[in-house]
Protein backbone atom coordinates (compact mmCIF):
# COMPACT_ATOMS: atom_id res chain seq x y z
CA UNK A 1 0.00 0.00 0.00
CA UNK A 2 0.71 3.73 -0.63
CA UNK A 3 -0.17 6.97 1.09
CA UNK A 4 -1.88 8.79 -1.35
CA UNK A 5 0.07 10.11 -4.91
CA UNK A 6 1.20 13.69 -3.81
CA UNK A 7 3.86 14.22 -6.25
CA UNK A 8 1.83 17.11 -7.53
CA UNK A 9 3.31 19.39 -4.57
CA UNK A 10 6.00 21.34 -4.69
CA UNK A 11 8.82 20.55 -2.81
CA UNK A 12 9.58 22.35 0.54
CA UNK A 13 12.95 23.53 0.90
CA UNK A 14 13.51 23.90 4.29
CA UNK A 15 17.09 23.60 3.52
CA UNK A 16 19.82 21.53 5.11
CA UNK A 17 21.97 22.45 8.49
CA UNK A 18 25.48 22.67 8.78
CA UNK A 19 26.46 19.40 10.46
CA UNK A 20 24.73 17.55 7.19
CA UNK A 21 26.85 19.99 4.74
CA UNK A 22 29.76 19.38 6.47
CA UNK A 23 29.16 15.64 6.80
CA UNK A 24 28.74 15.60 2.93
CA UNK A 25 31.66 17.42 2.22
CA UNK A 26 33.69 15.80 4.34
CA UNK A 27 34.51 19.09 6.65
CA UNK A 28 34.59 20.67 10.42
CA UNK A 29 31.25 22.19 11.19
CA UNK A 30 32.98 24.90 12.92
CA UNK A 31 33.88 25.97 9.34
CA UNK A 32 30.31 27.09 7.87
CA UNK A 33 28.30 29.60 8.57
CA UNK A 34 24.94 29.41 7.35
CA UNK A 35 22.62 31.83 6.31
CA UNK A 36 19.80 30.05 4.00
CA UNK A 37 17.00 30.08 6.48
CA UNK A 38 16.22 33.61 7.84
CA UNK A 39 16.73 32.16 11.32
CA UNK A 40 17.77 34.46 13.85
CA UNK A 41 21.68 35.15 14.05
CA UNK A 42 21.59 36.12 17.92
CA UNK A 43 19.77 33.19 18.92
CA UNK A 44 17.04 32.44 21.11
CA UNK A 45 16.37 35.68 23.91
CA UNK A 46 18.26 34.42 27.13
CA UNK A 47 14.86 34.81 28.83
CA UNK A 48 13.20 32.32 26.24
CA UNK A 49 16.25 29.57 27.27
CA UNK A 50 15.19 30.38 30.76
CA UNK A 51 11.68 29.95 30.46
CA UNK A 52 12.16 26.66 28.47
CA UNK A 53 14.47 25.32 31.57
CA UNK A 54 11.91 26.46 33.54
CA UNK A 55 8.90 24.13 32.04
CA UNK A 56 10.94 21.36 31.34
CA UNK A 57 10.05 19.65 34.77
CA UNK A 58 6.65 19.71 33.82
CA UNK A 59 6.58 18.37 30.42
CA UNK A 60 4.79 15.04 31.62
CA UNK A 61 1.56 17.02 31.51
CA UNK A 62 -0.03 17.98 28.82
CA UNK A 63 -0.15 21.56 27.65
CA UNK A 64 -2.93 24.06 28.69
CA UNK A 65 -5.49 23.59 26.30
CA UNK A 66 -6.01 27.69 25.78
CA UNK A 67 -2.85 28.68 26.76
CA UNK A 68 -4.06 31.87 28.16
CA UNK A 69 -1.16 33.75 29.34
CA UNK A 70 0.52 34.20 25.73
CA UNK A 71 -3.01 34.48 24.23
CA UNK A 72 -4.10 37.60 26.60
CA UNK A 73 -0.33 38.77 25.74
CA UNK A 74 -0.83 38.53 22.03
CA UNK A 75 -4.22 40.12 22.35
CA UNK A 76 -3.06 42.87 23.90
CA UNK A 77 0.13 43.35 21.65
CA UNK A 78 -2.42 43.56 19.26
CA UNK A 79 -5.07 45.09 20.59
CA UNK A 80 -7.68 42.23 19.17
CA UNK A 81 -10.00 39.98 21.36
CA UNK A 82 -8.49 36.23 22.94
CA UNK A 83 -10.87 34.62 20.30
CA UNK A 84 -9.14 36.56 17.21
CA UNK A 85 -5.52 34.61 18.36
CA UNK A 86 -4.61 31.24 16.65
CA UNK A 87 -1.75 29.89 18.25
CA UNK A 88 -0.44 26.79 16.02
CA UNK A 89 3.07 24.69 15.12
CA UNK A 90 5.05 27.76 13.39
CA UNK A 91 3.24 30.27 10.80
CA UNK A 92 3.06 26.53 8.69
CA UNK A 93 0.62 25.65 11.47
CA UNK A 94 -1.60 28.55 11.28
CA UNK A 95 -1.71 28.25 7.16
CA UNK A 96 -2.52 24.80 7.50
CA UNK A 97 -5.21 25.86 10.20
CA UNK A 98 -6.94 27.99 7.40
CA UNK A 99 -6.90 25.99 4.78
CA UNK A 100 -8.94 23.62 6.74
CA UNK A 101 -11.20 26.78 7.71
CA UNK A 102 -11.67 27.70 4.21
CA UNK A 103 -11.17 25.03 1.85
CA UNK A 104 -13.62 22.52 0.22
CA UNK A 105 -12.48 20.47 -2.08
CA UNK A 106 -11.85 21.85 -5.71
CA UNK A 107 -11.63 25.34 -4.43
CA UNK A 108 -8.86 27.34 -5.45
CA UNK A 109 -6.06 29.55 -4.01
CA UNK A 110 -4.10 32.25 -4.99
CA UNK A 111 -0.32 32.46 -4.40
CA UNK A 112 2.29 34.50 -5.28
CA UNK A 113 5.18 33.30 -8.00
CA UNK A 114 7.87 33.47 -7.09
CA UNK A 115 6.90 32.47 -3.29
CA UNK A 116 6.46 30.82 -0.46
CA UNK A 117 6.05 27.30 -1.16
CA UNK A 118 3.96 25.63 1.53
CA UNK A 119 0.84 28.02 0.54
CA UNK A 120 0.66 25.77 -2.59
CA UNK A 121 1.17 22.01 -0.28
CA UNK A 122 -1.58 23.40 2.65
CA UNK A 123 -3.81 24.10 0.33
CA UNK A 124 -3.35 20.92 -1.91
CA UNK A 125 -3.33 18.59 1.39
CA UNK A 126 -7.35 19.87 1.18
CA UNK A 127 -7.73 18.87 -1.86
CA UNK A 128 -7.69 22.72 -3.11
CA UNK A 129 -6.93 23.90 -6.41
CA UNK A 130 -3.53 26.51 -6.86
CA UNK A 131 -3.51 29.44 -8.89
CA UNK A 132 -0.65 32.19 -9.20
CA UNK A 133 -0.17 35.47 -9.74
CA UNK A 134 3.15 37.32 -11.03
CA UNK A 135 6.26 39.21 -9.24
CA UNK A 136 7.94 40.43 -11.64
CA UNK A 137 11.87 41.06 -11.93
CA UNK A 138 11.03 43.54 -14.52
CA UNK A 139 9.05 45.35 -12.03
CA UNK A 140 12.25 45.11 -9.09
CA UNK A 141 9.63 42.38 -7.75
CA UNK A 142 7.34 45.21 -6.69
CA UNK A 143 4.05 44.75 -4.99
CA UNK A 144 0.92 46.03 -5.81
CA UNK A 145 -3.00 45.47 -6.50
CA UNK A 146 -2.11 45.26 -10.06
CA UNK A 147 -0.15 41.72 -9.40
CA UNK A 148 -2.90 39.83 -7.72
CA UNK A 149 -5.97 41.19 -10.56
CA UNK A 150 -3.75 40.30 -13.02
CA UNK A 151 -4.57 36.56 -12.79
CA UNK A 152 -7.40 36.95 -9.36
CA UNK A 153 -10.62 34.85 -10.30
CA UNK A 154 -12.74 34.40 -7.24
CA UNK A 155 -10.66 32.09 -5.45
CA UNK A 156 -10.96 31.20 -1.70
CA UNK A 157 -7.68 32.53 -0.44
CA UNK A 158 -5.31 34.75 -1.55
CA UNK A 159 -2.23 34.87 -0.01
CA UNK A 160 -0.37 38.16 0.04
CA UNK A 161 3.89 37.53 1.77
CA UNK A 162 4.60 41.21 2.98
CA UNK A 163 7.36 41.33 3.64
CA UNK A 164 7.67 38.88 0.79
CA UNK A 165 9.93 36.12 0.64
CA UNK A 166 12.25 35.54 -1.31
CA UNK A 167 12.31 39.05 -2.49
CA UNK A 168 12.43 41.01 0.44
CA UNK A 169 9.81 43.45 -1.29
CA UNK A 170 6.29 44.41 0.72
CA UNK A 171 2.53 45.36 0.11
CA UNK A 172 1.87 48.62 1.25
CA UNK A 173 -1.11 48.68 3.73
CA UNK A 174 -3.44 50.43 1.84
CA UNK A 175 -2.98 48.21 -1.33
CA UNK A 176 -3.83 45.22 0.97
CA UNK A 177 -7.04 47.04 2.52
CA UNK A 178 -7.50 47.46 -1.51
CA UNK A 179 -7.43 43.87 -2.59
CA UNK A 180 -10.08 43.12 0.53
CA UNK A 181 -12.43 45.35 -0.59
CA UNK A 182 -12.04 44.23 -4.47
CA UNK A 183 -12.04 40.97 -4.44
CA UNK A 184 -15.48 38.70 -3.11
CA UNK A 185 -16.86 38.72 -0.46
CA UNK A 186 -16.03 34.77 -0.09
CA UNK A 187 -12.31 35.42 -0.90
CA UNK A 188 -10.11 35.59 1.91
CA UNK A 189 -7.01 37.61 2.07
CA UNK A 190 -4.27 36.18 3.97
CA UNK A 191 -1.42 38.27 4.81
CA UNK A 192 1.55 36.70 6.07
CA UNK A 193 3.90 39.10 7.97
CA UNK A 194 6.27 36.42 9.04
CA UNK A 195 9.09 38.81 8.44
CA UNK A 196 6.61 41.61 9.76
CA UNK A 197 9.10 42.68 12.63
CA UNK A 198 11.86 43.70 10.41
CA UNK A 199 9.94 46.21 8.29
CA UNK A 200 9.08 49.95 9.68
CA UNK A 201 5.58 49.36 7.92
CA UNK A 202 2.14 48.97 9.73
CA UNK A 203 1.06 45.31 10.09
CA UNK A 204 -2.41 44.46 8.37
CA UNK A 205 -3.51 43.40 11.46
CA UNK A 206 -5.26 46.78 12.07
CA UNK A 207 -7.73 46.26 9.52
CA UNK A 208 -9.37 43.38 11.31
CA UNK A 209 -10.99 46.49 13.21
CA UNK A 210 -12.68 47.21 10.28
CA UNK A 211 -12.92 44.03 7.83
CA UNK A 212 -13.74 40.32 8.68
CA UNK A 213 -11.90 39.23 5.04
CA UNK A 214 -8.34 39.27 6.21
CA UNK A 215 -6.38 37.28 8.71
CA UNK A 216 -2.76 37.65 9.54
CA UNK A 217 -0.11 35.08 9.96
CA UNK A 218 2.81 35.90 12.37
CA UNK A 219 5.45 33.56 13.69
CA UNK A 220 7.93 33.46 16.40
CA UNK A 221 10.81 31.76 14.04
CA UNK A 222 12.40 34.70 12.86
CA UNK A 223 12.52 38.34 15.21
CA UNK A 224 12.13 35.91 18.27
CA UNK A 225 14.56 33.37 17.49
CA UNK A 226 12.64 30.17 18.41
CA UNK A 227 12.63 28.70 15.04
CA UNK A 228 13.09 25.13 16.35
CA UNK A 229 10.05 25.46 18.61
CA UNK A 230 7.71 25.92 16.14
CA UNK A 231 5.59 28.56 17.29
CA UNK A 232 3.35 30.88 15.04
CA UNK A 233 -0.15 32.46 15.24
CA UNK A 234 -3.10 33.69 13.30
CA UNK A 235 -4.91 36.91 14.08
CA UNK A 236 -8.81 36.28 12.56
CA UNK A 237 -11.47 37.99 12.08
CA UNK A 238 -13.86 39.23 15.09
CA UNK A 239 -16.57 37.11 13.27
CA UNK A 240 -14.59 33.85 13.84
CA UNK A 241 -15.23 33.68 17.37
CA UNK A 242 -16.12 29.71 17.53
CA UNK A 243 -13.94 28.45 15.07
CA UNK A 244 -10.36 27.41 16.27
CA UNK A 245 -12.11 24.88 18.34
CA UNK A 246 -13.18 23.46 15.39
CA UNK A 247 -10.03 23.08 13.36
CA UNK A 248 -6.89 22.98 15.35
CA UNK A 249 -5.28 19.98 16.74
CA UNK A 250 -5.80 19.31 20.07
CA UNK A 251 -2.80 21.09 21.89
CA UNK A 252 -1.71 22.73 18.22
CA UNK A 253 1.84 24.20 20.88
CA UNK A 254 3.91 22.81 23.35
CA UNK A 255 4.07 23.80 26.87
CA UNK A 256 7.88 24.34 26.21
CA UNK A 257 6.99 26.15 23.26
CA UNK A 258 4.19 28.66 24.73
CA UNK A 259 6.21 29.21 27.68
CA UNK A 260 9.47 30.38 25.25
CA UNK A 261 7.52 32.16 23.36
CA UNK A 262 5.28 34.15 26.43
CA UNK A 263 9.53 34.94 27.27
CA UNK A 264 10.55 35.81 24.44
CA UNK A 265 7.71 38.45 23.59
CA UNK A 266 8.35 40.41 26.52
CA UNK A 267 12.09 40.36 25.93
CA UNK A 268 12.16 43.65 23.76
CA UNK A 269 15.49 44.37 24.06
CA UNK A 270 16.53 40.89 22.53
CA UNK A 271 13.94 41.78 19.33
CA UNK A 272 15.31 45.33 19.03
CA UNK A 273 18.68 44.10 18.96
CA UNK A 274 18.02 41.54 16.09
CA UNK A 275 15.98 44.21 14.21
CA UNK A 276 19.17 46.61 14.52
CA UNK A 277 21.66 43.97 13.40
CA UNK A 278 19.45 43.15 10.62
CA UNK A 279 19.03 47.07 9.03
CA UNK A 280 22.82 46.92 9.39
CA UNK A 281 23.58 43.63 7.62
CA UNK A 282 20.94 44.61 4.91
CA UNK A 283 22.55 48.05 4.48
CA UNK A 284 25.90 46.21 4.46
CA UNK A 285 25.14 43.71 1.35
CA UNK A 286 23.92 46.12 -0.64
CA UNK A 287 26.53 49.31 -0.72
CA UNK A 288 29.73 46.09 -0.43
CA UNK A 289 28.10 43.14 -2.76
CA UNK A 290 29.47 43.50 -5.75
CA UNK A 291 26.40 42.28 -7.63
CA UNK A 292 22.88 43.77 -8.17
CA UNK A 293 20.55 43.64 -4.94
CA UNK A 294 16.93 43.73 -4.11
CA UNK A 295 16.08 46.57 -0.83
CA UNK A 296 14.85 44.22 1.31
CA UNK A 297 12.41 44.43 4.04
CA UNK A 298 13.35 40.90 5.35
CA UNK A 299 15.98 39.77 7.45
CA UNK A 300 17.85 38.51 4.17
CA UNK A 301 18.38 40.06 0.39
CA UNK A 302 18.41 38.44 -2.46
CA UNK A 303 21.38 39.13 -5.09
CA UNK A 304 21.50 37.99 -8.70
CA UNK A 305 24.44 36.13 -9.03
CA UNK A 306 24.33 34.65 -12.60
CA UNK A 307 24.24 30.68 -12.18
CA UNK A 308 22.61 30.83 -8.48
CA UNK A 309 23.20 26.63 -8.54
CA UNK A 310 26.69 27.21 -9.27
CA UNK A 311 28.01 30.24 -6.84
CA UNK A 312 25.54 28.48 -4.00
CA UNK A 313 27.82 25.65 -5.13
CA UNK A 314 30.67 26.73 -4.77
CA UNK A 315 29.77 29.26 -1.85
CA UNK A 316 29.20 26.16 0.27
CA UNK A 317 33.04 24.91 -0.23
CA UNK A 318 34.34 27.75 1.09
CA UNK A 319 32.10 27.53 4.24
CA UNK A 320 29.20 30.09 3.17
CA UNK A 321 25.68 28.45 3.08
CA UNK A 322 23.36 30.13 1.14
CA UNK A 323 20.08 29.76 -0.44
CA UNK A 324 20.18 28.74 -3.91
CA UNK A 325 16.31 30.05 -5.65
CA UNK A 326 16.35 27.93 -8.49
CA UNK A 327 13.78 26.31 -6.50
CA UNK A 328 11.53 29.73 -6.17
CA UNK A 329 11.91 29.28 -10.08
CA UNK A 330 14.70 32.54 -9.71
CA UNK A 331 18.00 30.32 -11.20
CA UNK A 332 20.14 33.77 -11.41
CA UNK A 333 19.39 35.00 -7.71
CA UNK A 334 20.50 33.80 -4.27
CA UNK A 335 19.09 35.06 -0.85
CA UNK A 336 21.42 35.82 1.83
CA UNK A 337 20.27 35.80 5.26
CA UNK A 338 21.18 38.65 7.43
CA UNK A 339 23.67 37.40 9.96
CA UNK A 340 26.21 38.67 12.86
CA UNK A 341 28.18 41.44 11.64
CA UNK A 342 31.38 38.88 11.08
CA UNK A 343 28.97 36.13 9.52
CA UNK A 344 27.73 39.16 6.97
CA UNK A 345 30.74 40.23 6.21
CA UNK A 346 32.42 36.76 5.87
CA UNK A 347 29.54 36.18 3.07
CA UNK A 348 29.57 39.22 1.49
CA UNK A 349 33.48 38.90 0.89
CA UNK A 350 33.55 35.32 -0.05
CA UNK A 351 30.08 36.20 -2.56
CA UNK A 352 32.43 39.05 -3.98
CA UNK A 353 35.68 36.93 -4.60
CA UNK A 354 33.04 34.26 -6.26
CA UNK A 355 31.63 36.51 -8.72
CA UNK A 356 35.44 37.99 -9.68
CA UNK A 357 36.75 34.15 -10.49
N1 LIG B 1 5.87 32.37 5.78
C1 LIG B 1 7.00 32.66 5.16
C2 LIG B 1 6.96 33.69 4.08
C3 LIG B 1 8.19 32.02 5.49
O1 LIG B 1 9.31 32.31 4.84
C4 LIG B 1 8.17 31.05 6.52
C5 LIG B 1 9.39 30.26 6.92
N2 LIG B 1 10.52 30.41 6.27
C6 LIG B 1 6.96 30.79 7.15
C7 LIG B 1 5.83 31.45 6.76
C8 LIG B 1 6.79 29.75 8.20
O2 LIG B 1 7.63 29.87 9.26
P1 LIG B 1 7.35 29.07 10.58
O3 LIG B 1 6.48 27.89 10.26
O4 LIG B 1 8.70 28.71 11.06
O5 LIG B 1 6.65 30.02 11.48
Given at each position: MQPRDLSQHEEYVAGRGIEEVAR??????????????????????????????????????????????????????????????WLANGGDGVLDYLGRAMLDPGDAVLVPDPGFAYYGMSAR?????????????????????????????????????SPHNPTGSRFALEHVATIAERTDDETLVVVDEAYGEFTDGPSAIGLLDERDD????????????????????????????????????????????????LAALEDGDHVEETTDLVRWAREYMYEHLEAPTYESHGNFVLVEVGDAGEVSETLKRRGVIVRDCSSFGLPEHVRITCGTREETRRAVSELNEVLAE
Open positions: ELGRDPAEFVKLASNENPLGPSPAAVGAIRESADDVHHYPKAVHADLVAALAERWDVSHEQIFHHGQVNTYPVEEADDFDLSPANVFETYDGERIVYLTVAVIRTFSKAYGIAGLRLGYGVVPKSWADAYAKVNTPFAASAVACAAG
